[in-house]
Antibody, heavy 116, light 110 residues
Framework: QVQLVESGGGVVQTGMSLRLSCAAS????????MHWVRQAPGKGLEWVAV????????YFADSVKGRFTISRDNSKNTLYLQMNSLRAEDTALYYC?????????WGQGTLVTVSS | QSALTQPASVSGSPGQSITISCTGTSSDVGGYKYVSWYQQHPGKVPKLIIY???YRPSGVSNRFSGSKSGNTASLTISGLQAEDEADYYCSSYTSSSTLVFGGGTKLTVL
């Protein structure tokens, strides 16, 4: 079955950087667009970014534009999120999810805590 | 990229039907068929229950149905069961090629 496993979360200070990874299995990764979605503690879902199946198209939420980048390595079935200039409001559980117009498979998430 | 508008909470008794609305604009909900709905139980991962306004993924109960009129999409759950108690989120594709979620609705089964 499809498995998406995020990693790379942790506690970082304001202004620092962090790179998240999402390892995919059970699907033809190179055929799927992939998203990052986050959920702050006790809050709702917030879409963060999407990358097309071949990496040629990338789109970002206004809240992270210019600070976060999304990339993928189809040879490794892995999705990445490079997060720079982290702020307290970036504290959240970060999920990767497959799809383009929707989110059909989700990982369990990796927790990012940004402290001052 | 304003969030779509959902009621904060809805409730219903077992066996009843409830509807959750999701209001956007002509640049998202009203402009595309790409509205989807997600169910999230406490501490769990969101689960896709409706895509492209009204289609159910394999394995999702036919008690869940979706529709859209103008800039408002709706999720209806019929024959409410205790296990339906969860948070529900709508999502839509937008004219900026981005995605946007609603603020979420907490469903309580009385």
């Amino acid at each position: 079955q499809v498995q998406l496993v995020e990693s790379g979360g942790g506690v970082v200070q304001t202004g620092m950087s962090l790179r998240l990874s999402c390892a995919a299995s059970g699907l033809t990764f190179s055929n799927y667009g992939m998203h990052w979605v986050r959920q702050a503690p006790g809050k709702g879902l917030e879409w963060v970014a999407v990358i097309s199946f071949d990496g040629s198209k990338k789109y970002f939420a206004d809240s992270v534009k210019g600070r976060f980048t999304i990339s993928r390595d189809n040879s490794k079935n892995t999705l990445y999120l490079q997060m720079n200039s982290l702020r307290a409001e970036d504290t959240a559980l970060y999920y990767c999810a497959s799809g383009w117009y929707l989110f059909d498979y989700w990982g369990q998430g990796t927790l990012v805590t940004v402290s001052s | 990229q304003s969030a779509l508008t959902q009621p904060a909470s809805v409730s219903g008794s077992p066996g009843q039907s409830i509807t959750i609305s999701c209001t956007g604009t002509s640049s998202d909900v009203g402009g595309y068929k790409y509205v989807s709905w997600y169910q999230q139980h406490p501490g769990k991962v969101p689960k896709l229950i409706i895509y492209e306004v009204s289609y159910r993924p394999s394995g999702v109960s036919n008690r869940f149905s979706g529709s859209k009129s103008g800039n408002t999409a709706s999720l209806t759950i019929s024959g409410l069961q205790a296990e339906d108690e969860a948070d529900y989120y709508c999502s839509s594709y937008t004219s900026s090629s981005t995605l946007v979620f609603g603020g979420g609705t907490k469903l309580t089964v009385l």
